[in-house]
Nanobody, 113 residues
Framework: QVQLVESGGGLVQPGGSLRLSCGGS??????YGWYRQAPGKQRELVAT???????NYADSVKGRFTISRDNTKKMVYLQMNSLKPEDTAVYYC?????????WGQGTQVTVSS
């Protein structure tokens, strides 16, 4: 059973930083991603990291967000800097195995003054 658990969300002012964490079924041979869904919008890709630590980012977060992984601690992280109000969303950790997508419960990030 694949379980993903996100943490680290919260309320932050514009320009601030947060680090999201994803734990649970984190294994070195699989890739993981962070997605987000704002109210009234579709879920969108934020960043991905492969088993070889190759990363990919949505254009909207390039240069501000960094995805990383610690295989020893079995964690995947999303460091978010220079946050903007439009980054407000529920952030989800994701992995795909045998064409099935697995999601965590999500963590709320709110950027507001």
């Amino acid at each position: 059973q694949v379980q993903l658990v996100e943490s680290g969300g919260g309320l932050v002012q514009p320009g601030g930083s947060l680090r999201l964490s994803c734990g649970g079924s984190i294994f070195s041979i699989y890739g993981y991603g962070w997605y987000r869904q704002a109210p009234g919008k579709q879920r969108e890709l934020v960043a991905t990291i492969t088993s070889g630590k190759v990363t990919n980012y949505a254009d909207s977060v390039k240069g501000r967000f960094t995805i990383s992984r610690d295989n020893t601690k079995k964690m995947v992280y999303l460091q978010m800097n220079s946050l903007k109000p439009e980054d407000t969303a529920v952030y989800y950790c994701n992995t795909r195995r045998e064409n099935n997508d697995y999601w965590g419960q999500g963590t709320q990030v709110t950027v507001s003054s």
